[in-house]
Structure formats: structure tokens, C-alpha cells
């Protein structure tokens, strides 16, 4: 089957430091990894669209310079958040799969800033 | 612009019953694809059932079945003989069916609550 692992599950930093998370497909070939970060109030957010040997698509209100993302194979993507501050917390998602296919979950990691 | 609209904020049902949980959407896409998802109280995002706008069936799945009636951008989860399990929130969502659309758009939630 298809899995996505994400790690860590639950981190804290203080403001303005840096965290990072990964995240990894198991089963499947992660061609597209879609970023998002969820609210308490459960909505998503898309941060960014990667797709292997393609450019990083940020929607607007994220950046490379804030979130900086790596997808160097079918299987890996990590993302950082530097200069962590309150507003940064939520729960952060990874949407792996193939273009032609549905995005499946990692189970989050779970961002909180003091 | 795409949007997609879940307007039942939480449904109690009685265990080993159907529940229908609404989906409506916007879209300029001619080919789009739909799709549910529930998420567990860990947190967990799990990938439930798919509808591909240029099928006429709807698609079930186990349990999962789903109600899509395209001239009205509607797309139904039905969820007969429910179990204890099945309390989640469920969100449906959607995407371009071209490239560079892959990201999904999501509801908001409906937070289903199965009782004994």
C-alpha cells in the first residue's frame, strides 16, 4: 500500500529559530509533493507545489526564503521553516503522489513556537 | 477561481446507519478531479474515495459511495452500516485534472460523530 511518513510528529522551537521536517513515500513514487500547513480551525493552506526535476511553485504568502523545500527523488521532500514566529504555528502536511493519481497523507508534524 | 464548500459543520448518527455528508464546488476546469477524505483525531489524513468529473458513475468503494451530480457541482459521501470508526471530520476536495493543478482545494470539514 501506499504510506507517507513525516518526521518529527510533533516539534517545538522558540521564535526565530529554524525547524525541519521531512517526509518520505513508501510504495509509490512521490513525482509531486504538496506542502500544506493546517489551522486549529482545520483549514489548509497550500505553501508549495514540488514536482521532481521541476521548479518549486510557492503560492503567494510563502517563499523559498521563509520555507525552503527539497525534493531531490521519488521518494523524499523536506521542508524547512526558518525564523519560526507564532504565526508559523499548525499542523504541517505532505501530499505525495504521481500527477494522475490522488495525494496521499502523511500524518503531520505538529509545529509549536514558544 | 476554485472553491469547494462543505456547509454541515458536524452530523451525529446512530451507529449502523447511512449518513450523507454534502460537497459543492467551483471550477473553470472542463476535466477536474473530486475526491473525500476523513481526518482522525491523531491527526491522520486518509484517503477515502475519488471521482473523475468525466465518469458518469459514481464510485464506491467499501462502505464509500458517492453522489455526483455534475450540473449542480455536487458531490456526495454516503456512508451506509456507519461504525464507532467512522467518527472523523471529512473533507472533500478537489483539483485540475491538468498539469501543474495538482494541489488540492479543500472544504472545510464536517465532523462526523458515529454514537453506540
Known amino acids: 500500500g501506499a504510506l507517507v511518513y513525516q518526521y518529527p510528529r510533533r516539534t517545538i522551537c522558540k521564535s526565530g529559530t529554524s525547524m525541519r521536517m521531512e517526509c518520505q513515500a513508501v510504495?509509490?513514487?512521490?513525482?509531486?509533493v504538496a506542502w500544506y500547513r493546517q489551522s486549529p480551525q482545520k483549514t489548509f493552506e497550500l505553501i508549495a507545489l514540488s514536482t521532481v526535476n521541476s521548479a518549486i511553485k510557492y503560492e503567494q504568502n510563502f517563499t523559498q526564503e521563509k520555507f525552503p523545500i527539497s525534493h531531490p527523488n521519488l521518494s523524499f521532500s523536506s521542508m524547512t521553516v526558518l525564523n519560526a514566529y507564532l504565526e508559523d504555528r499548525g499542523l504541517y502536511l505532505c501530499?505525495?503522489?504521481?500527477?494522475?493519481?490522488?495525494?496521499?497523507f502523511g500524518p503531520g508534524t505538529r509545529l509549536t513556537v514558544l | 477561481a476554485q472553491k469547494v464548500t462543505q456547509t454541515q459543520t458536524s452530523i451525529s448518527v446512530m451507529e449502523k446507519t447511512t449518513v450523507t455528508m454534502d460537497c459543492v464546488y467551483e471550477t473553470q476546469d472542463s476535466s477536474y478531479f473530486l475526491f473525500w477524505y476523513k481526518q482522525t483525531a491523531s491527526g491522520e489524513i486518509v484517503f477515502l474515495i475519488r471521482?473523475?468529473?468525466?465518469?458518469?458513475e459514481n464510485a464506491t468503494v467499501g462502505h464509500y459511495s458517492l453522489n455526483f451530480q455534475k450540473p449542480k457541482s455536487s458531490i456526495g459521501l454516503i456512508i451506509t452500516a456507519t461504525q464507532i470508526e467512522d467518527s472523523a471530520v471529512y473533507f472533500c476536495?478537489?483539483?485540475?485534472?491538468?498539469?501543474?493543478?495538482?494541489?488540492?482545494?479543500f472544504g472545510s470539514g464536517t465532523q462526523l460523530t458515529v454514537m453506540p
Open positions: 476536495a478537489m483539483r485540475g485534472a491538468s498539469s501543474g493543478s495538482w494541489q488540492l482545494i
Open positions: 471521482q473523475d468529473s468525466y465518469k458518469k
Open positions: 510504495g509509490f513514487q512521490a513525482t509531486s
Open positions: 501530499g505525495a503522489g504521481d500527477w494522475e493519481y490522488e495525494q496521499y
